[in-house]
């Protein structure tokens, strides 16, 4: 499976962008969907999961409330709608792919199996 991200963008305090995940090389409609992210000097970090059906999502607290994440599997695309942005949500985001089981909430990074390149996201205060 190969990801790429894209959407990325500058964004002021308080605005929204939508980042999108495409894949090629296989369908998604087997694989559990995540997105993560690396701030300068941090670790990378988990932001959302999704199940293959749609029906298990999970957020990290920082995000919930904020960003949701969606798929269309037909079109082999996730999606990640972010509201509401902060400066603390500037990062790289990534998405990643795991078939393994997912049942919803947290979803390590150690469980994904591809990665996708990621994109900047930016958000000005």
């Known amino acids: 499976v190969q990801l790429q991200a894209s959407g990325g963008g500058l964004v002021q305090a308080g605005g929204s962008l939508s980042v999108s995940c495409a894949a090629s090389?296989?369908?998604?409609?087997?694989?559990?969907m995540g997105w993560f992210r690396q701030a300068p000097g941090k670790e990378r970090e988990f932001v959302a999961a999704?199940?293959?059906?749609?029906?298990?999502?999970g957020y990290a607290d920082s995000v919930k409330g904020r960003f949701t994440i969606s798929r269309d599997n037909a079109k082999n695309q996730v999606y990640l709608q972010m509201n509401t942005l902060k400066p603390e949500d500037t990062a790289v985001y990534y998405c990643?792919?795991?078939?393994?089981?997912?049942?919803?909430?947290?979803?390590?990074?150690?469980?994904?199996?591809?990665w996708g390149k990621g994109t900047l996201v930016t958000v000005s205060s």
């Open positions: 090389g296989r369908n998604l409609n087997t694989y559990a």
């Open positions: 999704i199940g293959w059906s749609a029906t298990s999502t």
């Open positions: 990643a792919a795991s078939q393994r089981y997912y049942s919803g909430g947290y979803y390590s990074l150690r469980a994904m199996e591809y």
